[in-house]
């Protein structure tokens, strides 16, 4: 069976959360702000470019990120970028 499957061998899946592969989450929500921050860990982007690359709606990326700095205490900046007229977030570290 394939990793790109919706099962994943149970001794496979644990040697991925012993290489930190994987995130634990609680139950409910997170799987968008964890997806959010890896986009932000590597890029600064703009709202809808975070929100097409995630397939997800603007708001929602937002809202990840008002989370992301208010409860994980991530330093993430909004710059205005005069030659495309657009604001890209950018983590700090």
Same mark, same amino acid.
């Given at each position: ?14 040697? *991925?959360? $012993?290489?930190?592969? =994987?995130? !634990? ?9 964890? %997806? ?13 470019? *975070?929100? $097409?690359?995630?397939? =997800?709606? !603007? ?9 992301? %700095? ?24």
């Amino acid at each position: 069976m394939s990793f790109d499957e919706k099962m994943i061998a149970k001794e496979n899946f644990k040697e *991925m959360i $012993e290489q930190k592969n =994987v995130i !634990r989450t609680p139950a409910g929500h997170g799987g968008v702000i964890h %997806r959010v921050l890896r986009v932000l860990e590597k890029n600064a982007s703009t709202l809808d470019g *975070m929100a $097409e690359y995630l397939k =997800v709606e !603007r708001k929602t990326v937002l809202n990840a990120i008002n989370h992301l %700095r208010q409860r994980h205490n991530k330093k993430i900046i909004r710059h205005y970028n005069i030659k495309d007229q657009k604001y890209y977030y950018y983590l700090e570290n």
